[in-house]
């Protein structure tokens, strides 16, 4: 098991009603702190009460929160899980020069940043794709439809490929 694996929180349904009430009080105004029962007590510094809404309100969705040091060094598998590819598709990106590396022996060391950084641009440029394609549909007057939405919202978080797109909306379209 990787340290990502263990420092990852997964929601579970009994703890709904309590992330809904930290949600709140992180959403409200005013200081926070957090108490023991032995009295002692410390303010919640601001970087920290950010943290924890964006962990909160991730929870409260069912998504899973990993908090990982952005300078750690991974594994290419820890690398190819959080792209969601399998380990050779990273090496061939490693080669490449799509992401920096370094090497340690024979072993691929890549940078938590690095594989942030390069998932951040693999969005965008989802997004960009999205944004032309759905200007070219009101170009021509196309109607988008909430489903076409909902596909094109699942390929830029990267939940389906290009290729899974594009098989959706041929056989939307019954171009299949």
Do not use: C, W
């Given at each position: 098991?990787?340290?990502?694996?263990?420092?990852?929180?997964?929601?579970?349904?009994?703890?709904?009603?309590?992330?809904?009430?930290?949600?709140?009080?992180?959403?409200?105004?005013?200081?926070?702190?957090?108490?023991?029962?032995?009295?002692?007590?410390?303010?919640?510094?601001?970087?920290?009460?950010?943290?924890?809404?964006?962990?909160?309100?991730?929870?409260?969705?069912?998504?899973?929160?990993?908090?990982?040091?952005?300078?750690?060094?991974?594994?290419?598998?820890?690398?190819?899980?959080?792209?969601?590819?399998?380990?050779?598709?990273?090496?061939?990106?490693?080669?490449?020069?799509?992401?920096?590396?370094?090497?340690?022996?024979?072993?691929?060391?890549?940078?938590?940043?690095?594989?942030?950084?390069?998932?951040?641009?693999?969005?965008?440029?989802?997004?960009?794709?999205?944004?032309?394609?759905?200007?070219?549909?009101?170009?021509?007057?196309?109607?988008?439809?909430?489903?076409?939405?909902?596909?094109?919202?699942a390929y830029v978080s990267g939940k389906i490929d290009e290729d899974?797109?594009?098989?959706?909306?041929?056989?939307?379209?019954?171009?299949?």
């Amino acid at each position: 098991m990787s340290t990502i694996d263990e420092n990852t929180i997964t929601p579970s349904v009994a703890d709904l009603e309590a992330l809904t009430q930290v949600s709140e009080l992180l959403a409200g105004s005013g200081h926070l702190s957090l108490h023991t029962e032995s009295g002692d007590a410390v303010d919640l510094p601001e970087q920290l009460r950010r943290l924890l809404d964006s962990a909160t309100r991730s929870l409260r969705t069912g998504s899973s929160v990993t908090i990982v040091d952005r300078a750690r060094m991974l594994t290419t598998q820890e690398a190819a899980d959080i792209l969601g590819v399998s380990r050779p598709t990273l090496v061939k990106l490693l080669e490449t020069g799509a992401m920096p590396f370094t090497k340690v022996n024979t072993y691929r060391r890549v940078a938590m940043v690095d594989v942030i950084a390069y998932r951040a641009a693999q969005r965008a440029e989802r997004q960009r794709i999205v944004e032309e394609a759905m200007h070219n549909n009101e170009m021509e007057d196309l109607p988008v439809s909430d489903a076409a939405r909902a596909d094109a919202v699942a390929y830029v978080s990267g939940k389906i490929d290009e290729d899974e797109l594009v098989r959706i909306t041929r056989a939307r379209y019954g171009l299949e």
